[in-house]
């Protein structure tokens, strides 16, 4: 009989070790997060994309590069995104022709939702529809609206995500990304 709860216990440990072999092996070694290619981040090359615009055109990111680029995720339910869009096209009215670019990338709304935003607010910079939300999976945008500051080089300066950034903020950030500062 004490044979066979030793013979029990040795086939439950071996059972768990084969389980947690597995496990690990399964979910830290080839598992789903490790998959995907590291998170967009400060100091690395933002990922490129083409998605369409309003009006049919597919924008690139790369075709921007020379100029600083501010990136803005965004969704037109979202109360931040319906304040600090106004606030990003001052910016753009005011550093476009000094080399910046603003472009917004809207997560999943209808385009007649899109359209209706972009002309009540007056937003004349480069509005893309992520309809599927493959960029928004491509830059792992968690909250909205998640900002993005683009160098002339590609390079990701900063990113922000949800708060109240002031005009003073974006403007300022502007000046940082502007070619041949």
Not at 6 to 20: D, K, Y
Not at 63 to 84: M, N, P
Not at 166 to 178: C, I, Q, R
């Amino acid at each position: 009989m004490r044979n066979r709860g030793l013979l029990s216990r040795i086939f439950l440990l071996l059972l768990v070790v084969v389980f947690g072999s597995w496990w690990v092996y399964r979910w830290r070694v080839t598992g789903a997060d490790l998959k995907k290619a590291a998170a967009p981040h400060e100091g690395f090359a933002a990922p490129d994309f083409i998605l369409p615009s309003l009006d049919g055109s597919q924008v690139e990111l790369s075709q921007f590069r020379g100029d600083g680029v501010i990136l803005v995720f965004w969704v037109t339910w979202c109360h931040i995104c319906q304040a600090e869009l106004p606030m990003l096209q001052k910016v753009y009215d005011e550093y476009h022709g000094r080399g910046l670019e603003v472009v917004a990338v809207n997560y999943k709304d209808s385009p007649r939702a899109v359209q209706a935003f972009v002309k009540e607010k007056g937003l004349k910079f480069h509005v893309l529809l992520d309809r599927g939300g493959t960029v928004n999976g491509l830059y792992r945008v968690r909250g909205f609206p998640t900002t993005v500051f683009i160098s002339p080089g590609g390079e990701i300066v900063k990113i922000t995500v949800g708060g109240r950034p002031s005009e003073a903020f974006f403007a300022s950030e502007a000046k940082e990304l502007l070619p041949g500062r």
